[in-house]
């Protein structure tokens, strides 16, 4: 299992560039939540900060790895992932809004994971209903501390899949 730490500031619109350290403590990739001009950004205060919803995950060197942003169209709400080394593009859809907290199904169009979103415990990446991802954010009074787990049987091994949805899906939401 790899094991990624990193500390979020707890301000849901900060665009920090934020490290993101693996198991050696060392900088594996950085993510920074992105506006793309200063009218959006003022605009997403109006809203909260909740709806322009970018997140984009680098590597050391400052590559750009994956992104997920939120869309809103015509009062749905769904997200869209996009791995910017192999080009795949993923599809982040809430299954069940009629629950409180509903789970996340991302898509490929070829295979489907499953995200159990959990407020105050890990929230659990699946495959065919075995875990292959958990992420956590632990508040600490001025920021988060948020934890990844990729376990070694996971199809996907990069962190930046993971980092860029929890950020976008779990720490800001909808």
């Known amino acids: 299992m790899k094991t990624y730490t990193y ?11 934020v490290s993101i350290l693996n ?11 992105i506006y793309t001009n200063a009218l959006k950004r003022a605009f997403d205060k109006t809203m909260d900060y909740r709806y322009f919803v ?54 490929d169009g070829e295979q489907q994971i499953k995200l159990g979103k959990e407020m105050e415990d890990w929230s659990v990446f699946t495959v065919n209903e075995q875990p292959i991802a958990r992420w956590q954010a ?22 930046a899949f993971f980092i860029a949805i929890g950020q976008a899906v779990l720490f800001v939401g909808a």
């Open 7 to 17: 500390k979020q500031p707890m301000e849901i619109q900060s665009t920090e560039v």
């Open 23 to 33: 198991e050696a403590e060392e900088v594996s990739s950085t993510v920074q939540r």
């Open 54 to 107: 970018r997140f984009d995950v680098s590597d050391a060197k400052g590559q750009p790895l994956f992104t997920c942003k939120k869309v809103s169209r015509r009062g749905r709400v769904h997200f869209r992932g996009k791995d910017l080394v192999t080009g795949k593009d993923y599809m982040i859809a809430y299954d069940g809004w009629q629950i409180m907290i509903p789970d996340l199904l991302i898509s």
């Open 138 to 159: 632990i508040f600490c009074e001025t920021h988060f501390d948020i934890t990844l787990q990729i376990e070694d049987s996971s199809p996907i091994q990069h962190e």
